[in-house]
């Protein structure tokens, strides 16, 4: 089985394609896995425990940082520069410390007291942390008292540690005492009556079904529980470093490796990045990068009575400003780092060095020692022995961690594995492989779906990519079900000797399209290759205009109307099937989803002409489209949409030929088909930045390839595949733009491919780490102390700064400032842009310091001022400039109606049919004394929790909205009849009716009327918050209409007809045109 080791980025690729076939055969040669290395016992280690000894260790220099090499560093060497020494070291066991072999194979946390006596030696540091730094890191993950949470579940120890966290407690400073909690809400009430936390702020809750489900198995279906938090840094000088902030346990998609081991065993934590830690914390460069990666990686973390070892680290995608608490505040990155347990309290030591059983990840009783080079070679094979470079290896960790949902498990037999991929000069199928029609059929069982995928993207094995429905051409197994890998798809020797090794693990398939948007880097693009460049901007504008009636004026004008606006709802800020498909968890009162609680009061007749409420969330909805159209201008081409790539294994298609139908009728304006036969169409990939990453190409229609729907066929002839061609694109996922709107194809000619760029790398513009595993191989002696180098490098070499994302945003800005995209210096810095897309997998350096270097070599401005651009180049102004210039004019217009539209008459904030069962109950139990009890201190609790609610600002701790409501309904559903009153008969007999719904019971619905009566104007938004459930239930009762109920399982499902909405809006505007 061969290995993808190829050093090169996918740009780069078709620079270097007559080393290809050569590189191949190496890697062929390379021999396969085909057993693990036998466990040892580590009888040699010896530890102190009573007088707490600490090993000698001989300091090591440390490794690169990511502002300049290092002249004297260990093993991470640079291109020209040659690895140092050591000649010291040592590795840590993650196994409990066990004073002799063969006594109880369980440990209490009494034996558990420090980070140095917690089931490993004391860890080799690559660079010796100072005192100080080391105390505030070592304090970060809290301790618990010892035996307060033996035989706990661990959903309790994390719920009661995240409880602590937020109130500023110290889990070590109390004393929780267990029961057998039968629910979430019944262990949230006995840590909010604690005499600790009164009158404490509870944090957000966790779902009653998350919480059944990790006090079960920590799995639901085949989604797993995730434990996560983020790494806070701390302003003081002393303390803690940070502050360890925990987030409700959730259900999520789950991964190969939480399937494999249990989710239980593994915490994801975000941290910020080493810059930002120094300017947060100022401690400035005295705080350096290595510190925290030996604390990461060199450091046993003894937290939730478990020893943790870090062993992936990785940035996490930036969010989108509106998604930040604060707009204005100074961007953080973050990184993901996740950590697994090794061993704990309870654990049991592994008697022969073996895996745990498949069926023990989802018994929580059963757990065993697995040390970190056993997860490790699980996840990437024996990387000991491999001859990869070492950030490639490190970044296969992550296929590990795609979330996927497990089908088919297949046997060994009915699995090929090609010697060869397709292809002389350049593999033209790179990351896609074939399977059989018989096992899509089952792997579509297993998913639910009702129509066969015709290709899916996914993860088998050492595998990664796209497997494409092959109904031609069977491998030579003899038997109906089968898949077929090929080299550019595998990433490591894999024996598949584990079952999950043989698991076919979808991340998603090939399904129905839908138009897509004009992503705002193809369009300079188009401009470029345009026959007649005027016509092609007057085609891009005419779109703008039609996308900009559609967000914006249609919503305006729909306000009044029920129907269009639930049609907007749905078509505008629908969610997707996947989405919809799982169970969303309720926010406080209300829908999680804003649109949803929207839907649900559109539905009862509410519209924001009569509700202020859903006039404010109206307002923000479109306000939200207003800033995504200003900050990326999508432009909406209904003929065009993102679609599947693959390859045609038949060899059927001619070089610039492609194969393309919809599995169903694609309708829009102007076109309605399920075939593109005989069309020109153009295809673009992001990220664009070459006027050649769009091409024009033919679609034909092929017997062999009719089967296939909803992907885009590419050919395999010719010297340069397709997808490559497309800004160095492949076939493990990726999807291309496909416009067959012929006002944009038919005034568009193809550029000529840039001629060959010089190597950055061999012109040392761009540094590459030179570290393969044979290097650690040669210095290290064991798989243990190997891992350990391997998770220090790997991890220090991610912590770098991406330079991905300021090189882009310079690259656009100097286009716009010059008026072309077609210089040779803008080639040399898509040439560079294309590499730093693999930064991390191929291991290049490139800081910022590097690029004012790459800047000034070029001749290219060093900064370039914003006012600078918008500006005009010539006689006209950049493409970009004048969209903007159009957008922000018809948005001004937009505003000005929209202010209009939402004029809302007195008296909208209050609805009789919601405070009527509250004004009867007080009317006609008014002389009744346990009623005026009753309800005097119904209104005392609602007040103050409603004036408490006022009271703070948005959220404290710069807690995001969301998780303020979250954790004030809990004191809302606290809210109960007093104590004294629940033996009254008649307080009996007015809550008693027979629900077996709580969320409608009497006094719920009593509580709601009782508290939209009480809170008049904005402060009734708190109400709704709380119960807009039960408002809306009052809502549905007072109605004189039937009105059909529908449960969240259905409801999701529910799509409108948008046919019937066209034509009511046809009729209230007076359109003349012909409806369907």
């Given at each position: 089985?061969?290995?993808?080791?190829?050093?090169?980025?996918?740009?780069?690729?078709?620079?270097?394609?007559?080393?290809?076939?050569?590189?191949?055969?190496?890697?062929?040669?390379?021999?396969?896995?085909?057993?693990?290395?036998?466990?040892?016992?580590?009888?040699?280690?010896?530890?102190?425990?009573?007088?707490?000894?600490?090993?000698?260790?001989?300091?090591?220099?440390?490794?690169?940082?990511?502002?300049?090499?290092?002249?004297?560093?260990?093993?991470?060497?640079?291109?020209?520069?040659?690895?140092?020494?050591?000649?010291?070291?040592?590795?840590?066991?993650?196994?409990?410390?066990?004073?002799?072999?063969?006594?109880?194979?369980?440990?209490?946390?009494?034996?558990?007291?420090?980070?140095?006596?917690?089931?490993?030696?004391?860890?080799?540091?690559?660079?010796?942390?100072?005192?100080?730094?080391?105390?505030?890191?070592?304090?970060?993950?809290?301790?618990?008292?010892?035996?307060?949470?033996?035989?706990?579940?661990?959903?309790?120890?994390?719920?009661?540690?995240?409880?602590?966290?937020?109130?500023?407690?110290?889990?070590?400073?109390?004393?929780?005492?267990?029961?057998?909690?039968?629910?979430?809400?019944?262990?949230?009430?006995?840590?909010?009556?604690?005499?600790?936390?009164?009158?404490?702020?509870?944090?957000?809750?966790?779902?009653?079904?998350?919480?059944?489900?990790?006090?079960?198995?920590?799995?639901?279906?085949?989604?797993?529980?995730?434990?996560?938090?983020?790494?806070?840094?701390?302003?003081?000088?002393?303390?803690?470093?940070?502050?360890?902030?925990?987030?409700?346990?959730?259900?999520?998609?789950?991964?190969?490796?939480?399937?494999?081991?249990?989710?239980?065993?593994?915490?994801?934590?975000?941290?910020?990045?080493?810059?930002?830690?120094?300017?947060?914390?100022?401690?400035?460069?005295?705080?350096?990068?290595?510190?925290?990666?030996?604390?990461?990686?060199?450091?046993?973390?003894?937290?939730?009575?478990?020893?943790?070892?870090?062993?992936?680290?990785?940035?996490?995608?930036?969010?989108?400003?509106?998604?930040?608490?604060?707009?204005?505040?100074?961007?953080?990155?973050?990184?993901?780092?996740?950590?697994?347990?090794?061993?704990?309290?309870?654990?049991?030591?592994?008697?022969?060095?073996?895996?745990?059983?498949?069926?023990?990840?989802?018994?929580?009783?059963?757990?065993?020692?697995?040390?970190?080079?056993?997860?490790?070679?699980?996840?990437?094979?024996?990387?000991?022995?491999?001859?990869?470079?070492?950030?490639?290896?490190?970044?296969?960790?992550?296929?590990?961690?795609?979330?996927?949902?497990?089908?088919?498990?297949?046997?060994?037999?009915?699995?090929?594995?090609?010697?060869?991929?397709?292809?002389?000069?350049?593999?033209?199928?790179?990351?896609?492989?074939?399977?059989?029609?018989?096992?899509?059929?089952?792997?579509?069982?297993?998913?639910?779906?009702?129509?066969?995928p015709s290709a899916f993207q996914a993860r088998f094995g050492s595998a990664k990519g796209v497997w494409l429905v092959d109904r031609n051409e069977p491998p030579p197994l003899g038997c109906d079900d089968w898949?077929?890998?090929?080299?550019?798809?595998?990433?490591?020797?894999?024996?598949?000797?584990?079952?999950?090794?043989?698991?076919?693990?979808?991340?998603?398939?090939?399904?129905?399209?839908?138009?897509?948007?004009?992503?705002?880097?193809?369009?300079?693009?188009?401009?470029?290759?345009?026959?007649?460049?005027?016509?092609?901007?007057?085609?891009?504008?005419?779109?703008?205009?039609?996308?900009?009636?559609?967000?914006?004026?249609?919503?305006?004008?729909?306000?009044?109307?029920?129907?269009?606006?639930?049609?907007?709802?749905?078509?505008?800020?629908?969610?997707?099937?996947?989405?919809?498909?799982?169970?969303?968890?309720?926010?406080?009162?209300?829908?999680?989803?804003?649109?949803?609680?929207?839907?649900?009061?559109?539905?009862?007749?509410?519209?924001?002409?009569?509700?202020?409420?859903?006039?404010?969330?109206?307002?923000?909805?479109?306000?939200?489209?207003?800033?995504?159209?200003?900050?990326?201008?999508?432009?909406?081409?209904?003929?065009?949409?993102?679609?599947?790539?693959?390859?045609?294994?038949?060899?059927?298609?001619?070089?610039?030929?492609?194969?393309?139908?919809?599995?169903?009728?694609?309708?829009?304006?102007?076109?309605?088909?399920?075939?593109?036969?005989?069309?020109?169409?153009?295809?673009?990939?992001?990220?664009?930045?070459?006027?050649?990453?769009?091409?024009?190409?033919?679609?034909?229609?092929?017997?062999?390839?009719?089967?296939?729907?909803?992907?885009?066929?590419?050919?395999?002839?010719?010297?340069?595949?397709?997808?490559?061609?497309?800004?160095?694109?492949?076939?493990?996922?990726?999807?291309?733009?496909?416009?067959?709107?012929?006002?944009?194809?038919?005034?568009?000619?193809?550029?000529?491919?840039?001629?060959?760029?010089?190597?950055?790398?061999?012109?040392?513009?761009?540094?590459?780490?030179?570290?393969?595993?044979?290097?650690?191989?040669?210095?290290?002696?064991?798989?243990?102390?190997?891992?350990?180098?391997?998770?220090?490098?790997?991890?220090?070499?991610?912590?770098?700064?991406?330079?991905?994302?300021?090189?882009?945003?310079?690259?656009?800005?100097?286009?716009?400032?010059?008026?072309?995209?077609?210089?040779?210096?803008?080639?040399?810095?898509?040439?560079?842009?294309?590499?730093?897309?693999?930064?991390?997998?191929?291991?290049?350096?490139?800081?910022?310091?590097?690029?004012?270097?790459?800047?000034?070599?070029?001749?290219?401005?060093?900064?370039?001022?914003?006012?600078?651009?918008?500006?005009?180049?010539?006689?006209?102004?950049?493409?970009?400039?004048?969209?903007?210039?159009?957008?922000?004019?018809?948005?001004?217009?937009?505003?000005?109606?929209?202010?209009?539209?939402?004029?809302?008459?007195?008296?909208?904030?209050?609805?009789?049919?919601?405070?009527?069962?509250?004004?009867?109950?007080?009317?006609?139990?008014?002389?009744?004394?346990?009623?005026?009890?009753?309800?005097?201190?119904?209104?005392?609790?609602?007040?103050?929790?409603?004036?408490?609610?006022?009271?703070?600002?948005r959220g404290e701790n710069g807690e995001p909205f969301t998780d303020r409501i979250a954790s004030f309904y809990p004191q809302w559903q606290q809210i109960q009849p007093p104590a004294e009153l629940r033996t009254?008969?008649?307080?009996?007999?007015?809550?008693?009716?027979?629900?077996?719904?709580?969320?409608?019971?009497?006094?719920?619905?009593?509580?709601?009327?009782?508290?939209?009566?009480?809170?008049?104007?904005?402060?009734?938004?708190?109400?709704?918050?709380?119960?807009?459930?039960?408002?809306?239930?009052?809502?549905?009762?007072?109605?004189?209409?039937?009105?059909?109920?529908?449960?969240?399982?259905?409801?999701?499902?529910?799509?409108?007809?948008?046919?019937?909405?066209?034509?009511?809006?046809?009729?209230?505007?007076?359109?003349?045109?012909?409806?369907?």
């Open positions: 089985m061969s290995v993808d080791a190829s050093p090169r980025s996918k740009r780069a690729k078709h620079q270097f394609s007559q080393e290809l076939s050569e590189t191949y055969n190496k890697i062929d040669a390379i021999p396969s896995r085909s057993s693990r290395s036998p466990y040892k016992a580590k009888n040699d280690l010896s530890f102190d425990v009573a007088d707490n000894a600490r090993l000698l260790f001989q300091d090591f220099s440390s490794s690169f940082s990511s502002s300049a090499p290092s002249q004297n560093t260990s093993f991470s060497t640079l291109k020209g520069i040659s690895a140092g020494s050591s000649n010291n070291t040592s590795f840590t066991t993650n196994d409990p410390i066990d004073a002799e072999d063969g006594q109880s194979e369980y440990f209490s946390s009494h034996e558990i007291l420090s980070d140095t006596e917690t089931g490993s030696e004391k860890l080799q540091p690559r660079c010796e942390i100072p005192e100080h730094f080391e105390k505030r890191l070592k304090d970060v993950f809290p301790r618990s008292r010892n035996g307060n949470f033996d035989n706990v579940p661990l959903a309790v120890i994390w719920e009661a540690n995240r409880y602590a966290s937020h109130c500023s407690v110290d889990i070590g400073d109390i004393d929780i005492h267990y029961c057998n909690y039968t629910s979430y809400r019944e262990f949230l009430s006995s840590m909010m009556t604690h005499d600790t936390f009164s009158g404490k702020q509870p944090p957000p809750p966790t779902s009653e079904a998350v919480w059944e489900a990790a006090l079960k198995t920590f799995q639901s279906g085949t989604d797993g529980v995730v434990m996560s938090g983020t790494l806070v840094p701390v302003k003081r000088r002393d303390g803690p470093l940070f502050h360890l902030k925990l987030n409700p346990l959730r259900l999520d998609k789950s991964n190969r490796i939480f399937r494999r081991f249990g989710s239980d065993r593994f915490l994801v934590l975000k941290i910020p990045s080493t810059s930002d830690l120094q300017r947060i914390t100022k401690c400035g460069e005295r705080l350096k990068k290595e510190y925290i990666g030996t604390w990461l990686t060199r450091r046993g973390h003894y937290f939730l009575g478990r020893q943790w070892s870090a062993f992936f680290y990785k940035a996490e995608k930036e969010k989108s400003k509106k998604h930040r608490v604060n707009k204005d505040e100074k961007r953080i990155m973050w990184y993901k780092v996740f950590f697994f347990a090794c061993s704990g309290d309870m654990f049991r030591k592994s008697p022969n060095g073996s895996l745990p059983a498949h069926d023990a990840a989802a018994n929580l009783a059963q757990r065993q020692s697995v040390s970190l080079d056993q997860l490790v070679k699980w996840m990437i094979g024996d990387f000991a022995n491999s001859s990869q470079q070492l950030p490639k290896l490190y970044s296969r960790i992550s296929l590990s961690l795609s979330d996927t949902v497990p089908t088919v498990v297949l046997e060994k037999h009915q699995i090929y594995h090609a010697r060869e991929d397709i292809g002389s000069q350049m593999v033209m199928n790179d990351g896609i492989g074939r399977l059989s029609i018989t096992l899509a059929q089952q792997i579509a069982l297993c998913l639910g779906l009702a129509r066969i898949i077929v890998t090929y080299p550019s798809q595998r990433k490591w020797d894999c024996s598949q000797d584990d079952a999950a090794h043989r698991t076919f693990e979808v991340i998603t398939y090939s399904s129905e399209v839908r138009s897509a948007s004009l992503n705002l880097q193809f369009i300079p693009l188009l401009l470029e290759q345009a026959v007649n460049k005027t016509e092609m901007a007057e085609t891009i504008k005419k779109h703008l205009h039609a996308t900009i009636r559609d967000d914006l004026s249609v919503p305006i004008d729909a306000m009044s109307n029920p129907v269009e606006l639930r049609g907007w709802l749905g078509q505008s800020h629908g969610s997707s099937a996947d989405d919809n498909a799982r169970p969303q968890e309720p926010l406080g009162g209300r829908s999680y989803r804003l649109k949803d609680s929207m839907a649900a009061m559109v539905d009862l007749g509410y519209t924001p002409k009569n509700n202020e409420l859903l006039k404010i969330n109206c307002q923000s909805l479109v306000n939200d489209t207003v800033e995504a159209l200003e900050g990326k201008m999508n432009i909406k081409i209904p003929c065009s949409a993102y679609v599947l790539m693959a390859v045609d294994f038949s060899g059927t298609l001619a070089e610039d030929e492609v194969h393309l139908s919809f599995s169903t009728s694609f309708e829009v304006d102007g076109f309605c088909d399920t075939m593109l036969e005989g069309m020109d169409v153009l295809v673009g990939r992001v990220p664009a930045h070459l006027p050649s990453d769009i091409q024009r190409v033919k679609v034909v229609s092929n017997p062999h390839l009719r089967h296939i729907k909803d992907v885009i066929i590419f050919s395999i002839q010719g010297k340069r595949p397709l997808a490559d061609k497309l800004s160095g694109g492949d076939y493990d996922g990726d999807r291309v733009l496909v416009n067959w709107d012929q006002s944009f194809v038919q005034n568009f000619g193809n550029a000529h491919m840039p001629e060959k760029q010089p190597d950055l790398v061999e012109l040392e513009l761009v540094k590459k780490l030179d570290l393969p595993m044979s290097k650690l191989k040669r210095k290290y002696k064991t798989d243990e102390d190997i891992c350990a180098e391997f998770m220090y490098e790997g991890t220090s070499f991610n912590m770098g700064q991406s330079m991905l994302g300021i090189c882009t945003k310079y690259k656009d800005n100097y286009c716009r400032l010059i008026g072309s995209v077609t210089s040779p210096k803008i080639t040399r810095i898509s040439m560079l842009l294309g590499l730093l897309v693999d930064q991390e997998k191929q291991g290049y350096v490139f800081a910022n310091h590097d690029w004012q270097t790459f800047l000034k070599l070029h001749g290219l401005p060093l900064f370039i001022p914003e006012e600078t651009l918008g500006t005009k180049v010539g006689e006209k102004k950049h493409i970009i400039d004048d969209l903007r210039d159009e957008l922000e004019a018809v948005i001004e217009q937009t505003r000005e109606k929209l202010d209009e539209n939402f004029e809302t008459p007195n008296g909208m904030w209050y609805d009789p049919d919601l405070t009527k069962r509250f004004n009867h109950y007080d009317t006609r139990y008014h002389s009744e004394p346990d009623w005026v009890k009753l309800r005097n201190k119904l209104q005392q609790d609602i007040d103050h929790l409603a004036e408490r609610w006022k009271s703070l600002s009254s008969k008649f307080v009996q007999m007015l809550l008693e009716d027979g629900s077996t719904n709580p969320h409608i019971s009497n006094w719920e619905l009593l509580k709601a009327s009782c508290a939209i009566q009480r809170r008049t104007k904005h402060s009734s938004l708190f109400v709704w918050y709380m119960s807009a459930h039960q408002l809306l239930h009052l809502k549905q009762q007072a109605s004189s209409e039937r009105i059909t109920g529908v449960i969240p399982e259905v409801y999701a499902a529910l799509r409108p007809n948008w046919k019937y909405i066209a034509r009511l809006r046809a009729n209230r505007t007076g359109e003349a045109e012909e409806m369907p």
